[in-house]
């Protein structure tokens, strides 16, 4: 069941709210007994930190990979 605080608590209370809803405990704020919002954590935006060698192993790489359409390359850039 979602905790409901009047406006005078959420203001007296208000770090501790937005930590205990940061945590996931929502809350409704009322007025006279009416409800009047509802504090929700945000959905996270982090992305995860990226792993390092997640495909290690997975493929090779070739040891003339620097040297992979050299020819080409300079071709298109000395007009030859």
């Known amino acids: 069941m979602t905790r409901v605080v009047n406006i005078h ?3 007296t209370n208000l ?5 205990d809803a940061v945590k996931g405990e929502a809350f409704i704020i009322a007025k006279a007994g009416k409800p009047l919002v509802k504090v929700v954590p945000l959905a996270t935006t982090e992305k995860p930190p990226r792993r390092l060698g997640t495909l290690a192993g997975q493929f090779l790489v070739p040891e003339d990979f620097d040297e992979l359409g050299r020819a080409e390359i300079d071709a298109m850039f000395n007009n030859r």
């Open 15 to 19: 770090s501790r709210l937005i930590e």
């Open 9 to 11: 608590e959420a203001k």
